[in-house]
């Protein structure tokens, strides 16, 4: 321990200019460090045979006697087994870990979206997080700290006031209960996120089993279902000849291959010429490119293959309907815009639920070829477990058959 040094003056203190460690007295290990444009407090002892340097703030903002008095208290700790410096330490640990602990909701949601974002193959899953997030949670808890979040604020959330579809206003979980409950669902993940990370802890408030079912009413009482508008079945041929009429327009091309196929537009806006077989008269879609995650195999009708053979292969791309960047798909937008031009009211999505309507009223198909030919996921798990079959040689006849009447239904579409 370094011995104790003549009591200095304040002025003395004031006084000293030369660079280097001036011991000041008038408690143990107090000196005054002057350096290059600066001077502070430097407490100095040692402890289980290692010598410390523990800073006491700058001079002249900490005065001599405010320096003596922090020297003798950090003195006292010493006596009674505590290390300063490694206390001091320890107390920025815990600061830094308290305020990396102290995230806000909206910073937890960002990363959790960064984490799984790669679990999600169409972009638009992501948009659509970051949509819902934004428009109704964020401005309700956005910046609090996700630990804050309790049952009372995810109901201020799902029963605040919104415009419905229709233009009515309510209560968001009754107006929009499709968006809420995915909304919903969004915040139970992040919230679970953030109790496996340490971010918060107790149940999770979003829960809806055993917790929020208490609270709002299930949504098959309040949800009203939005299909996609579709055409009627009678119509599909006279649609053909209208889209054969535009037969220099890409997306028209690309909408007709839609409809002979009953895919969805994602598939088809991203389908390329290695997916497909001329030959074997077969369209193989990677189960990456899937809903469902599944290899999904598309027979190919006489009209279909015909319409891919007079597709010109576009230099620079692989795509069989690329935009006009070439390598890039077609936007989503491309068919709605289309068939906005052409006078309808109706979705591409909705010709699958065209060609489900047809098969239910005008053939008999079953419905498991039917469904496959949808490339619907099996609802049940067993039956899906126990499933050894795509059924592709059934469909074959079926896609036949769906392409003749979208091909010649046109005179007698009513």
């Known amino acids: 321990m370094p011995k104790i040094a003549r009591r200095l003056t304040a002025l003395e203190v004031a006084n000293l200019k030369k660079k280097g460690l001036h011991a000041v007295g008038g408690a143990v290990g107090l000196y005054l460090r002057v350096a290059d444009g600066s001077r502070g407090w430097i407490y100095r002892y040692s402890m289980d045979g290692k010598r410390f340097d523990y800073g006491l703030g700058r001079y002249p903002s900490v005065p001599l006697d405010a ?27 815990e600061k830094t870990l308290a305020v990396l602990k102290n995230k806000t909701f909206k910073e937890c949601a960002a990363l959790y979206i960064e984490a799984h974002s790669g ?62 409950s995915r909304l919903r669902g969004r915040i139970e993940a992040i919230l679970d996120w953030a109790t496996v990370r340490k971010y918060r802890t107790g149940d999770n408030p979003a829960r809806w089993s055993g917790h929020l079912e208490h609270e709002l009413p299930k949504p098959g009482k309040v949800q009203d279902v939005q299909h996609y508008k579709s055409l009627p079945w009678q119509q599909v041929g006279e649609f053909v000849q209208k889209l054969r009429g535009l037969r220099g327009v890409p997306s028209a091309i690309a909408l007709e291959f839609l409809i002979l196929t009953a895919a969805r537009s994602g598939e088809v806006r991203g389908a390329t010429w290695d997916e497909i077989d001329l030959e074997k008269k077969v369209w193989t879609v990677p189960a990456k490119r899937m809903k469902a995650g599944q290899l999904h195999r598309v027979p190919l009708s006489a009209a279909s293959l015909s319409l891919l053979r007079a597709l010109p292969r576009i230099e620079g791309t692989n795509l069989l309907f690329p935009s006009i960047r070439k390598n890039v798909a077609m936007s989503d937008m491309v068919f709605s815009q289309l068939l906005a031009r052409m006078g309808y009211d109706i979705t591409a999505h909705g010709f699958r639920s065209t060609f489900r309507t047809w098969g239910g009223e005008q053939t008999n198909y079953p419905h498991d070829v039917m469904e496959h030919a949808l490339a619907h996921k099996e609802p049940d798990p067993v039956v899906e477990a126990y499933s050894r079959t795509d059924l592709y040689e059934k469909r074959i006849k079926l896609m036949d058959d769906w392409a003749e009447f979208a091909d010649h239904f046109s005179a007698l579409a009513v």
Do not use: C
């Open 67 to 93: 320096a003596r008095a922090a020297a003798m208290a950090q003195h006292l700790k010493i006596r009674n087994g505590i290390n300063p410096v490694e206390e001091r330490a320890s107390r920025r640990t």
């Open 119 to 180: 679990e999600w193959r169409n972009p638009k899953h992501i948009k659509q997080w970051e949509s819902t997030l934004a428009t109704y949670a964020f401005p309700v808890f956005g910046g609090l700290s996700v630990s804050q979040i309790d049952t009372g604020l995810v109901l201020v959330v799902l029963q605040q006031k919104t415009q419905g579809q229709g233009g009515q206003s309510g209560e968001f979980w009754k107006v929009k209960n499709e968006t809420a």
